[in-house]
């Protein structure tokens, strides 16, 4: 399990996301130019994503296909991950809370995706009625 900042999981969220084979994303890393990126995803620089390449290769595409766990994240982290990756929002998805987020309702695969991503000072937990919580240890 590769462990990367919360910067690099949005930015790899955002390449997934994007029309490209792994191997054209290895090329463009290589080459070192991301600019073909940017046109798709302005507000990116994907610098992050260009340090963790050179962490090394397989580091690289085992992080890009999710098997990452997050070093540190924050309750604002939480709530843009399960967004930019998951598709959840509040109101619809989960409660937010000043605390942490409770009534979150997805599927097992989610689950078993955020229990791995979240950094150690989270706990996610499966509630009587089904759903999960999510919060500080």
């Known amino acids: 399990m590769t462990i990367i900042n919360l910067m690099q999981a949005y930015e790899l969220d955002k390449l997934s996301k994007l029309d490209f084979t792994d191997e054209e ?3 463009t ?7 073909v990126w940017q046109e798709q995803v302005p507000n990116y620089e994907f610098t992050e994503t260009m ?9 690289f595409i085992d992080a890009l296909h999710g098997n990452y766990s997050i070093k540190y994240v924050t309750l604002p982290g939480i709530k843009r991950l399960l967004y930019i990756r998951f598709q959840l929002e509040e ?3 989960y409660q937010l809370l000043e605390t942490g987020i409770q009534h979150l309702t997805c599927d097992e695969d989610v689950i078993a995706k955020l229990q791995h991503m979240l950094s ?13 919580s999510i919060f500080v240890k």
């Open 51 to 59: 340090a963790l390449y050179q962490e090394g290769e397989q580091i």
């Open 25 to 27: 994303i290895l090329r």
């Open 120 to 132: 150690t000072n989270w706990s996610l937990a499966k509630q009587v009625d089904g759903t999960y």
């Open 91 to 93: 109101g619809k998805d």
């Open 29 to 35: 890393l290589q080459t070192g130019d991301v600019s």
